[in-house]
């Protein structure tokens, strides 16, 4: 069993930035692609980026150039840098091994004036 808990959520002004942060009970990141994924109220949970065990990262279109996944393998943590933050990326966000069942309970980024 993995446990995931996701931090650095906020409300943020449109154009602003936050970094999210995801800590696993385990190190897992050499084992697993882990993604970030966001669920908007009404809407299914939504893949916005991945990167592999090898370190290749994806991203999906509406977030590419603006948001930055990274890990740091010594302190065991996933992170995703979000910039020019739009009201649509308003959304609770959730860090995942893919192909795996475990998730965290997600963290709400809520972006307005």
């Known amino acids: 069993q993995v446990q995931l808990v996701e931090s650095g959520g906020d409300l943020v002004q449109p154009g602003g930035s936050l970094r999210l942060s995801c800590e696993p009970s385990g190190s897992i990141f050499s084992v697993y692609a882990m993604g970030w994924y966001r669920q908007a109220p009404g809407q299914q949970r939504d893949l916005v980026a991945s990167v592999t065990s090898g370190g290749s990262t994806w991203y999906a279109d509406s977030v590419k150039g603006r948001f930055t996944i990274s890990r740091d393998m010594a302190e065991n943590t996933l992170f995703l840098q979000m910039n020019s933050l739009k009201p649509e990326d308003t959304a609770v966000y959730y860090c995942?091994?893919?192909?795996?069942?475990?998730w965290g309970q997600g963290i709400q980024v809520t972006v307005s004036s």
């Open positions: 995942h091994p893919i192909n795996t069942d475990f």
